[in-house]
């Protein structure tokens, strides 16, 4: 990759490294946070730090990453959409048998990310995960709009697909069975709730005096700490 880039500055191009050290970082207004004034529940600033990106315009503020290990210790991500916030902790769905389901089942641990790249704020929650009861399984499936319904019935999610018509084959099958059964819950739709050990809310500094704020559950309760940058 080095010799590679060598022969493209000495064609007069920029390189890929300098490329990327010329694009801007935090190159606008950025909100104020004040540790100080921050509750002693992480769960109270992390709802109003959501509220505050929902009303400043912020682009799917909801979504967020997920990160779990399978049995081979890898780790793995892939961006989700937040379902719900208590005091309890993070709801989030997928299918049991998917490979996120899967790696849960085996490692029953997690973390998630949340990015407001217009507020220049980071979200990290790390905890063990559980199944949420059924009855609140079956209520997100069936808020879901009917395009998501469908897919989630075929119940393949991360399996190789090995011919595209059979997905449109699958599509048609599941959309006849909800039309059949409007009440219809995919068996293996599950949501899953994940327990804060840890949350830390990090607001970017464009001279990079970047303010963290970690929460630490502890047995006497939370604990927080304020973390270099």
């Known amino acids: ?56 315009g912020v682009s799917e503020p909801h979504a967020m990453t997920l990160a ?23 709801y989030f769905a997928t299918e049991s048998i998917s490979a996120k389901g899967a790696q849960l089942g085996v490692n029953p641990q997690a973390a998630l990310g949340f990015y407001w790249r217009e507020q220049g704020r980071q979200i990290r929650v790390r905890g063990p995960v559980q199944p949420a009861v059924p009855e609140v399984s079956a209520q997100d499936f069936l808020a879901r709009p009917i395009g998501s319904r469908t897919a989630s019935l075929i119940g393949r999610q991360s399996t190789v697909l090995h ?32 327990k804060p050990m840890s949350v830390e809310f990090w607001q970017a500094d464009t001279e990079r005096r970047h303010i963290r704020l970690r929460y630490r559950r502890t047995a006497d309760g939370w604990r927080t700490e304020r973390l270099w940058p």
């Open 68 to 90: 779990t290990a399978g049995p081979d210790g890898l780790p793995d991500l892939r961006v989700l959409i937040l379902k719900d916030l208590d005091a309890e902790g993070l």
């Open 163 to 194: 011919d595209p018509a059979d997905l449109a084959a699958e599509l048609a099958a599941a959309q006849a069975r909800l039309e059949a059964d409007p009440e219809l819950v995919a068996e293996h739709h599950t949501v899953y709730l994940l």
């Open 1 to 56: 990759m080095a010799h590679t880039l060598g022969m493209i500055r000495e064609n007069g191009t920029v390189s890929m490294r300098d490329l990327l050290r010329g694009l801007p970082v935090f190159a606008r207004p950025l909100p104020a946070f004040d540790p100080a004034a921050a509750g002693s529940d992480p769960a109270d600033l992390l709802a109003a730090w959501l509220q505050e990106a929902i009303t400043a």
